[in-house]
């Protein structure tokens, strides 16, 4: 079965974990807002309230099996950043990020983010949504 982590519940990662909530994939959330955990954990296979800015927290909470993980930290480019970098180095091979910018894609994608977007639905065909696959 497919598994997805959610790391940060933005604008972009809502749109992205409503859209995943119907697949019967596995999926894992992380936010430091409780209210935004507590809104989707009854959804969700697991549900994290957690600061995700220390790197020893994302190794706790993100399996190293997961499929892909996906960050939307707002617009908290130096988060993004760091997040992206401590997911590489724990061997996520699919990393998804939100960018601000062209600048910050960039950066993403040299720090080990697979995909920098702008948008939430913009990868989700690339995904393979299919909880079996």
Do not use: W
Request: with cysteine; hydrophobic share 45%; charged share 25%.
């Amino acid at each position: 079965m497919k598994q997805f982590a959610l790391i940060g519940i933005s604008k972009f990662g809502r749109r992205v974990l409503e859209e995943l909530i119907d697949t019967g994939c596995e999926i894992l959330i992380v936010d430091k807002d409780r209210a935004v955990v507590e809104t989707y954990k009854e959804q969700v296979t697991s549900a994290y309230i957690a600061d995700v800015l220390n790197e020893e927290t994302i190794r706790k909470i993100i399996p190293k099996t997961i499929d892909a993980a996906v960050v939307d930290l707002g617009d908290n480019i130096e988060a993004s950043i760091l997040v992206t970098n401590y997911l590489k180095k724990m061997g996520i091979r699919e990393i998804i990020v939100r960018a601000e910018s062209n600048e910050h894609g960039e950066i993403l994608e040299l720090v080990g983010a697979s995909q920098a977007h702008f948008t939430a639905l913009a990868f989700l065909p690339d995904l393979q949504l299919s909880p079996h696959q």
